[in-house]
């Protein structure tokens, strides 16, 4: 980004010039007039008209320097960030293009809603909390591939047991596969309703894999409980968004230590709670 341009150490001050015109008056009225009384009068006025202008000099200045000091951290900012000047140029004289060549249009107001539909991202990444669409496995991917120590996370298949048989989804265990060669230690829960033949199929596989594999009827667990998590290394969090009707919208991720200090705690929670694949669901009332 270039910096702001300085103002000319030539450039010739508004205030100066009327100093020494007033200045230059001055010495003419004094020359010219014998009574000292009117003369001192004219003199006030004036040196209260020079105050005046003087003052609003400063507040003028002030302006300035507070203007090109916010301009000067914002570019000291984001020459900060390797890869933000490279997307800010490009952006900024899309900006300007919408506000020079449609003005007053719909094109104003969407290009207004853009930067404020990214401004809230970024304040959901300020916070260490991003989001991906449903479905989608980048994020989840690039998790599994980076993790170096353990995968800690919960399926709830009346969500994603199908899933689990899709491209998608085959996709994803794959990288488990990988991850396991690796030395990942991957922990997993699956919450169910019922426990059907191919939910226990899935679960064997998996078994069979090295992934350690537990069970837990939702009656056993809190309704916050009963969703679908993980955690990769301590480091990165998820948890999958829903509708009121229980559709699954879009899948939340956050960075923050204190939410990954709860999500490890929820899944220590809902895992001993459950029960190895062989062994009998523990009877116990339902939780509400």
Sequence with gaps: MKSPKKKS???V???LLVGTGLSVLLGVIFYVREDTAQALGTVAGLIGGVITLQIQSLIQEKRRIDHETRVGQMVATIDKVPWLPDLMEPMLR???HVERDYKG?????ACRAAFE???RTLADLERGHFRAPYGDNEVFLRLISQAREHMCVTSVPSVDLAWWREPVGRQYWRAQLEALARGVQIRRVFIYHEWTDDLDALA???VAAGVKVRRVHVD????PMRVITGLWDGVCGHELSYTAAGEAVHDT????PPDLERLMRQFEMIERSAVELDDEPRQADPVA
């Excluded at 249009?105 to 107001?109: C, H, I, L, S, W």
Aim: net charge negative.
């Design 253 to 256: 991720f956050t960075v923050s």
């Design 105 to 109: 249009t719909p094109a104003e107001d």
């Design 117 to 119: 539909e990214c401004l």
């Design 13 to 15: 001050d508004p205030i």
């Design 94 to 96: 899309a900006v300007k």
């Design 9 to 11: 150490p030539l450039a």
């Design 204 to 206: 064997r596989e998996q």
């Design 220 to 223: 056993r667990l809190p309704s």
